[in-house]
């Protein structure tokens, strides 16, 4: 495996130039500026909101000094609310090159796509001109999330990310898993699983605020239809999603934006805290999935029954399907054919050394299903978090 | 998991601890399944993601699946039964129950 050495030690896999966008009004001109040059190499993503959000603020400083990033180009209106000199001092901070770009100061949309064009052209000619340097799966954080899932995802596609990550935390990687609302009646077992006692706590509460806030927005867990597929209860349901963590000792507690502290499995909590504001925790999986590549996932597993074609900007996608049917149909958009333990043609084992084997190969040079497809989704919306408390990371002060 | 020779390969034992066999692949009424060596006559056709007992199951003893538990047998279910929602309920309490249960640990 190979990778870009940052200035902070991390290794990157990808070297991605970002166009970033800071309000709605600022994404056509980002969106033609990185039109000039190939979808994988200068990618766009931003904030739409004209009021600024520390959340967001946080996030976008973690993604614009993400690994998988050589340098940012931030595009501002000029009016917006967003604090466009602070995120640039970050990314300054963070040895990257990085310019602002303010269309009113510029001159208008015209002026600033041209502009823009070329500072993006100089980065990426400077970028191309570095040496890579050897990568190792303790270099790696692996996140994961599951997405359109059906009754074979407990059974084939999330057991076997489980063994994946059993294997990559084994060789020093750290691992993320998400979606503690997915989580009701696992807490328990959970608890159990925590380095420490008061992070047991953590995680139970963690699960314990997800619940409350689903209950407000009137989204039962359980829904009769499970039942139909085969699920008999509440903890049978979550255990099935919860399956993709493995059986690693759980070591702490994250939030958007923290980063794991070394290697080791993390659960990421992506619910607010406070009261049920700005809606659903997360509207949609890329949400969550920018969420887990905030905290410094340079590769996420995706696990889909139905068949999800997302990518994401930032970190390739490894889609990993859980039924022969889906992945038949739809061959071009999987990496991974977890179906075939259904079949009988493969144990969970065996397609979990598959994905260790796929994640070696994206991080060398292969690129994923998502990525050749062209597929660089992006959404960051409005939330509202706490700082994690002392109980959250145990470990963090021994690494 | 492991696909014991002993198990019929329209099923799969997730976990050694566990004490049902889910289905991986459709299978008909009155049709014979392989489970640990035993063979059990299906009283009703079971789909994808359905369960089977691996083993006679007491009333009250937990239903383990993953490895862990996902409900409690509210009768005695025989080998190779159907498990589901007419002889299991679950034994989840909710998150602010198993709070006061477990203490504050600081």
């Known amino acids: ?399 | 998991m492991t696909r014991a020779d002993a198990t019929d390969p329209r099923l799969i034992l997730l976990d050694e601890d566990d004490n049902i066999v889910a289905v991986a692949r459709p299978i008909k009424a009155g049709e014979n399944v392989l489970i640990d060596g035993a063979i059990h006559a299906l009283d009703a056709e079971v789909g994808l993601g359905f369960k089977l007992a691996r083993r006679a199951i007491a009333a009250d003893e937990p239903i383990v699946k993953h490895g862990a538990r996902i409900g409690i047998a509210t009768t005695a279910i025989a080998a190779g039964a159907l498990v589901h929602t007419h002889n299991v309920r679950s034994a989840y309490l909710p998150s602010t129950e198993t709070l006061a249960k477990a203490g504050d640990p600081s």
């Open chain 1, 1 to 399: 495996m190979k990778g870009y050495l940052r200035a902070d030690g991390r290794k990157g896999i990808r070297d991605v130039t970002l166009v970033v966008y800071l309000v709605e009004c600022a994404h056509h001109v980002a969106r033609s500026i990185a039109a000039s040059f190939p979808a994988q190499d200068v990618q766009v993503i931003g904030f739409p909101g004209c009021y600024p959000n520390a959340y967001a603020q946080a996030m976008l400083e973690r993604l614009a000094t993400h690994p998988n990033v050589g340098a940012v180009l931030l595009v501002s209106l000029g009016c917006e609310g967003f604090d466009k000199l602070g995120l640039r001092d970050a990314i300054t901070a963070s040895d990257r090159p990085v310019e602002v770009l303010t269309i009113q100061g510029v001159g208008g949309t015209r002026a600033a796509i041209d502009a823009g064009t070329r500072w993006v052209s100089a980065c990426r000619a400077e970028l191309a001109a570095r040496p890579t340097v050897p990568l190792t799966f303790a270099d790696l954080t692996i996140g994961t999330i599951c997405g359109g899932s059906d009754g074979a995802s407990g059974l084939t596609a999330n057991p076997s990310i489980g063994r994946a990550f059993d294997t990559l935390i084994e060789r020093g990687a750290a691992c993320i898993f998400e979606e503690t609302g997915e989580l009701i009646g696992c807490e328990a077992h959970m608890a159990d699983r925590a380095v420490t006692p008061a992070l047991g706590h953590e995680l139970i509460a963690a699960v314990d605020k997800a619940a409350r806030y689903y209950e407000v927005l009137g989204y039962p867990s359980f829904a009769p239809g499970n039942a139909d597929g085969g699920l008999t209860t509440i903890e049978e349901k979550s255990m099935g999603a919860y399956a993709k963590s493995g059986r690693s000792a759980i070591a702490g507690l994250i939030k958007p934006g923290d980063r794991p502290p070394g290697g080791g499995l993390y659960l990421l909590d992506v619910v607010p805290d406070g009261e049920v504001r700005f809606g659903f925790p997360n509207i949609v999986d890329n949400a969550e999935i920018v969420e887990l590549i905030a905290c410094g996932a340079q590769v996420i597993l995706f696990s889909t029954g139905r068949g999800s074609v997302v990518g994401s900007a930032i970190s390739p996608v490894i889609k990993v399907c859980s039924n022969p049917v889906t992945f038949a149909r739809m061959a071009d958009d999987m990496d991974v054919n977890a179906g075939r333990i259904l079949d009988g043609e493969a144990t969970v084992d065996d397609v979990g050394a598959e994905i260790v084997e796929v994640i070696e190969s994206v991080a060398s040079d292969a690129t994923t299903r998502s990525e050749a497809l062209g597929h660089i989704e992006f959404i960051l919306t409005y939330k509202s978090f706490e700082p994690i408390g002392p109980a959250c990371l145990p470990l963090a002060g021994a690494a």
